[in-house]
């Protein structure tokens, strides 16, 4: 696969931008240890904001034309 700047630019501008939405989320109005809490596991909450962080930024890369 090659990677085109274009295509990489407009996902690392999504990514910091959803990277900063989640992270205002999750410390700022959810709160992480309520998340912990209500899910039970510190692991899964963290897999679960990563995911959420990582594959919107990997469709973006995906799609964007380039």
């Known amino acids: 696969?090659?990677?085109k700047?274009?295509?990489?630019?407009y996902a690392v501008i999504f990514f910091l931008c959803w990277?900063?939405?989640?992270v205002?989320?999750?410390d700022g109005i959810l709160g992480f240890q309520?998340?912990?809490d209500?899910?039970?596991?510190y692991a899964l909450v963290e897999m679960m904001l990563?995911?959420?962080v990582t594959l919107p930024t990997l469709a973006v890369y995906k799609y964007v034309r380039g």
Not at 5 to 9: D, P, Q, S, V
Not at 19 to 22: D, G, H, K, T
Not at 38 to 41: A, E, L, V
């Open 1 to 3: 696969m090659k990677l």
């Open 5 to 9: 700047k274009r295509k990489i630019k």
């Open 19 to 22: 990277f900063a939405i989640m």
């Open 24 to 26: 205002l989320l999750v």
């Open 34 to 36: 309520t998340l912990v």
């Open 38 to 41: 209500y899910f039970g596991s």
């Open 50 to 52: 990563l995911l959420l």
